[in-house]
């Protein structure tokens, strides 16, 4: 397995930079942010997208993943990462989400990254049916599947505390309305431990499914706040022996982005503190 950092702790910083600092602190890899200030697909020039292939060759390090699931550069009042989302009532709105993931998945193959991330649905409006919630991101998301699987690049969608997909078995019924093989699962440790899924029993349940993995601690109120590893309650000691014991050889991505007064000290004591896990399980 393969240590990871994600860009969205840098946003205080330019792309070439937040590499050098990754590649300095010791990680393998970084997760692109594909938002502003780093990677906002839409409006990306060829030379840009240059500038990220030779900050990531300068640094030797390799991309793990590209975050698609963060909209900043919308900029919608509500909340920048999950809007628009996949089930917006406004379907113009909604293809915005559909066109930022479309986009995300052509940067990822021109980058040569293995996959994007994407939310899980989006929040369910107040007295709307969660099935017809579903039957709607499911429309929404196959023929960007189709794309993806052109790309040759693979689709995960991430289940999140709040949104229409939080728990296994819901991530699990989706996935029964789904044939296409280019979509998959992010498994976000903290995501599972907030809804109550135990990360280390739900790994296994899923694990044909999983293709990435996002690392964070949360309290043990279980309230979704991305903490660093062995600052919260999660056992990461059962979490790496799970994710050995299903096989997995892929990258681990660390996600920190409340850290960004500060994300050096996030990195470092992250990259520390899963090295350690990693090397008990």
């Known amino acids: ?110 980058l040569g990254a293995p996959c994007i991330t994407t939310e899980p649905g989006g929040p369910v409006e107040p007295g709307a049916s969660w099935s017809a919630a579903l039957k709607l991101f499911v429309e929404g998301i196959k023929p960007v599947a189709d794309h993806a699987q052109k790309e040759g690049v693979l689709l995960l969608v991430e289940p999140e505390p709040g949104l229409l997909i939080e728990t296994a078995d819901q991530f699990l019924e989706f996935m029964q309305h789904i044939d296409s093989p280019a979509v998959g699962m992010n498994f976000d440790v903290g995501h599972s431990y907030c809804v109550g899924d135990d990360p280390a029993t739900t790994i296994p349940r899923v694990a044909k499914y999983i293709r990435h993995f996002h690392l964070e601690d949360i309290a043990a109120t279980r309230v979704h706040q991305h903490l660093i590893p062995g600052d919260g309650a999660i056992d990461f000691l059962a979490v790496m022996r799970a994710i050995k014991s299903i096989g997995y050889d892929g990258w681990l991505t660390i996600e920190l982005y409340p850290y960004v007064e500060n994300p050096d000290e996030a990195a470092t004591r992250g990259l520390k503190r899963i090295k350690e896990a990693l090397a008990s399980a």
């Open 1 to 110: 397995m393969q240590l990871a950092f994600s860009t969205n702790a840098y946003l205080n910083f330019s792309f070439d930079d937040a590499v050098t600092r990754v590649a300095g602190i010791g990680y393998q890899g970084v997760e692109v942010m594909a938002d502003v200030p780093h990677a906002w697909p839409a409006f990306m020039l060829p030379e840009q997208k240059q500038g990220l292939r030779d900050a990531l060759h300068k640094n030797h390090l390799a991309i793990s993943n590209v975050n698609a699931f963060m909209m900043h550069a919308v900029n919608d009042a509500r909340q920048h990462y999950w809007h628009p989302s996949w089930i917006e009532p406004d379907r113009h709105y909604r293809q915005i989400r559909i066109d930022h993931t479309t986009r995300a998945l052509t940067l990822a193959r021109e």
